[in-house]
């Protein structure tokens, strides 16, 4: 599929972007506070209204130490959402009304090509909406009153957003599997691509982000065709300096989506860090399959024992993807580097393997057999019979008596148990518990 249009909210810190965020997805992800730049981190979810979805990106997230430094990077930010974004919404402060830094960001999106809808927030009541006519005179259209806060008008606002953005459409790539390879900037992913072409088909220096966009390198190794997706996100522009990891969120949503397999690359001496548990949750939003490449693992000293305990130190820190597979690289001499090709086919082939319900429900009375589930208020709670839906990601469906009653520990225990027995390395798996149908 095309992938899902990305809404970029943009605007000068506290006219509450994240607040309007949080509304529009439902869930509080994104911290919100009165003093400006409390954002610490990008973010991201996946929306919904009527039907169409899209990706709802809040571009706050730094913690600023001076004004200039406030203006320069809400500046920044703004480039990348005209550049990157098939919508921006530029979020205003009805309260206060137009200022410097408004206009200024105005005339950029003036000179873009790019849809934008003038959200003038915080009008409150009727004072406050009739002053969100002061944001005609920034020249990109009609200013939509809403408050973020109480909800007031986000509705409207939301069928304003999905009549303007395009028509998703599908694509068919019979035959390849996309690798996305993603992970954070100067990590070796444009090394690692050059390798398994055999060329110098992308940029490498040293200078994290030397790649402006996405790239798609078509291989061919041991007869099997596989699609490269690098996603090393942005070239040095002084524009965008500041907000690199803005704009490789951006590029690794759309890249994510296109994916059949996502390879996680890491530093092998800096080990895990939050940007690259970032990176997995990403990956993991769009219930991706993956696997971890440790790259530049020739810079680290070793003995007998030491992938075991470099394995063990990672899944210590992630416990939620203590299911992914990790392989041990040197992209720089291509050591073991084609061994991710090998380990991403496995990974795909269990992601579309199905079982069969007559298998499945030999599982779920054997998984039963070994540890029932307790029982809750004296209700004891019985399996009938189990289903595999869907593929890719697997999905699971079980019938029981009391489904609502099932506690999270024994349906941890159920994933855990497909995966020992079925294999399911690198693939995330959905559970769902429901209650026999009436005849």
Not at 115 to 127: C, H, L, R, T
Not at 243 to 252: D, I, K, M, W
Request: hydrophobic share 40%.
């Amino acid at each position: 599929m095309k992938p899902l249009p990305i809404v970029a909210i943009i605007g000068r810190p506290n006219v509450g972007k994240s607040t309007f965020f949080n509304r529009v997805l439902r869930q509080r992800l994104a911290v919100v506070d009165d003093k400006p730049g409390v954002t610490r981190d990008r973010l991201y979810g996946l929306a919904d209204w009527s039907g169409r979805e899209f990706h709802l990106v809040d571009t706050g997230g730094f913690i600023p130490d001076s004004d200039d430094l406030i203006n320069r990077l809400v500046r920044e930010q703004a480039e990348i959402a005209i550049d990157e974004a098939d919508l921006v919404l530029f979020m205003v402060d009805s309260r206060v009304g137009p200022t410097d830094l408004d206009e200024d960001i105005a005339r950029r999106l003036q000179r873009s090509d790019r849809p934008v809808v003038v959200v003038a927030n915080k009008s409150d009541n009727e004072i406050y909406r009739l002053e969100a006519n002061a944001f005609y005179r920034l020249g990109l259209g009609e200013p939509i009153d809403v408050a973020a806060l109480t909800g007031y008008n986000i509705g409207d606002l939301l069928d304003i957003v999905i009549g303007k953005l395009p028509e998703t459409e599908y694509v068919e790539e019979e035959g390849k599997l996309k690798i996305a390879v993603i992970g954070r900037p100067n990590v070796g992913k444009s090394s690692f691509v050059n390798f398994l072409c055999g060329k110098e088909r992308l940029i490498v220096t040293d200078i994290p982000g030397t790649t402006r966009d996405s790239i798609d390198t078509e291989i061919v190794f041991q007869g099997e065709k596989y699609i490269l997706i690098d996603t090393a996100g942005l070239r040095r522009k002084s524009k965008v300096k500041e907000s690199l990891e803005f704009y490789t969120t951006l590029r690794t949503l759309r890249s994510l989506e296109r994916c059949d397999v996502a390879a996680v690359i890491i530093e092998a001496d800096e080990g895990l860090m939050h940007q690259d548990i970032q990176v997995l949750e990403q990956a993991h939003l769009f219930r991706k399959s993956m696997l971890l490449v440790v790259n530049k693992w020739d810079l680290v000293e070793k003995d007998t024992d030491t992938v075991r305990e470099y394995e063990l130190s990672i899944k210590k820190k992630i416990p939620t993807f203590s299911y992914l597979p990790m392989v041990f690289i040197s992209a720089l001499t291509g050591k073991r580097s084609v061994n991710v090709l090998k380990l991403c086919k496995q990974v795909h082939e269990r992601q579309i393997k199905r079982i069969q319900t007559a298998e499945m429900n030999r599982f779920i009375e054997e998984t039963v057999r070994r540890r029932h589930p307790a029982a809750v208020k004296g209700k004891h709670i019985k399996f009938f019979y189990a289903t595999q839906t869907e593929i890719s990601p697997p999905t699971f469906v079980f019938f029981c008596n009391y489904p609502k009653l099932l506690q999270k520990q024994y349906i941890r225990y159920i994933e855990n148990r497909l995966r020992e027995t079925y294999d399911f390395e690198g693939v995330p798996i959905r559970l769902k518990v429901k209650p026999r149908a009436r005849k």
